[in-house]
Every structure is written in structure tokens, then in C-alpha cells.
């Protein structure tokens, strides 16, 4: 009888105890789930400008909103496969920048030797290249700051929209945002050639579409 009246308390705490720690496991599980802390959620939409500079871009919206995902490439100059498709006729100043041309080409629906054409002709190969008019980087994309800020169109600056200079002369970024700007305009007028000529500069008409073109041909 004394035993008995000895162990009951013992039982009774135990299962007080079994309580306390169950509910508690159900209320950390429900955080781990239910609401984060704000550190761990990640917007899915963003202005260009505010990119960190590794990105790997989902898509651009006509007002310039990029819908990413932040995917460091660990070497962005070498393709998945150690093998670049591009031709070995481009110089070794484009051939460089072989792992994220391919990228960024494939996840576009372009062709990689095109890319290396455009980024031959507009910059070639140089990262840090900076046109009289404020295009930036590889692909020679006018930013919203610097010299292609004074650009003025109807209801405010030209390229009020677009990533800034810091974003853009990085050669991942630059890439990313070119391909996917062009093939934005492949799907809008219909055909490579006056998309290009949207993509140039806008007093030269064909000229620049035809030269990315020929240059194309010449490195295949």
C-alpha cells in the first residue's frame, strides 16, 4: 500500500510532463510550416534594381518586373558539361563567357552562336564595356542610371524600368537580362531580323540586325 501510494504521484507527474512536451513539439511544428520569420520568405517579384548581383532569371514582365529565383552559378564561364558548343571560330574573349551564353540562350529558346554574335559585335567580349549613349556589359543593355538616364519618353525616362548599372555589369546578369530582352521581341515582331533591329541602337535602322546577322553566319 505504501509503494503504491509512492508510485502514483510519480505516474501522475510523468503524464503532466508527456503534455507539456507534446504540445510543444505540435507548436514548433506549426512554425516550421505555418508562418516564417520574414528572413526566410523570398519575394517573387522585384524591381530590377534591387537584384542581388547572381541571378538566375525566370522571366521580365513589360514594366521590367523580373519573376527570379537566386541560383549563384558556381562557375559562370564553364558550360554543365565542360563542353561549349559555341563555334571555336569565336575568339577566345567570347568563348570565355561559354557557360552562361549556353544558359541563357537555351533558356530562351536562342541559339548560343547568335548571342556570341551580338555580344561580338556590341561589346566584344569585355564585361566592363561602357557605350557613349549608356548602354552596359556584355550585351550592351541601357540601364535606369548613368548616361542612358537622360533618355526621356513620353511619360518619363526611357528605361525607368530596367536594372541599374551595378546589376548590369555583371557578365550572369547582363546575359540573362539580354537573352531574355531579345527573345521578348522575337516573340513580339515575329522574326529574328527586326528583332534585332528593335534590340540596336534606333537610328541605324537594319544595319545593326544585318551585321549581327552577318557575323553570325561568319562564325558558324
Known sequence: MNVQRAIFPGVI???FILVAVTGMLRAA???????????RVAATEVSGADLP??????SISAAGVLDIQIIPMANPALPDDGVCSISPAYPEAI???CGII??????????????????????????DAYSKS??????????????AKKFTCKGGPC????????????????????CRMLAELVQEKGNMRDALKAYGPLDVGYRYADLVLETYQQYR
Open 29 to 39: 511544428g506549426t512554425g516550421a510550416q505555418g508562418d516564417l520569420p520574414e528572413s
Open 53 to 58: 548581383e547572381l541571378l538566375e532569371v525566370g
Open 95 to 97: 568563348q570565355q563567357w
Open 102 to 127: 549556353e544558359r541563357y540562350a537555351a533558356e530562351n529558346g536562342l541559339d548560343a552562336n547568335l548571342i556570341a554574335a551580338l555580344i561580338l559585335r556590341e561589346s566584344s567580349g569585355q564585361p
Open 134 to 147: 549608356g548602354a552596359v556589359g556584355l550585351m550592351q543593355v541601357m540601364p535606369n542610371d548613368g548616361l
Open 159 to 178: 528605361f525607368a524600368n530596367r536594372p541599374g548599372m551595378k546589376e548590369l555589369f555583371d557578365p550572369q546578369f547582363n546575359v540573362a537580362y539580354g
Open 13 to 15: 507527474a510523468g503524464i
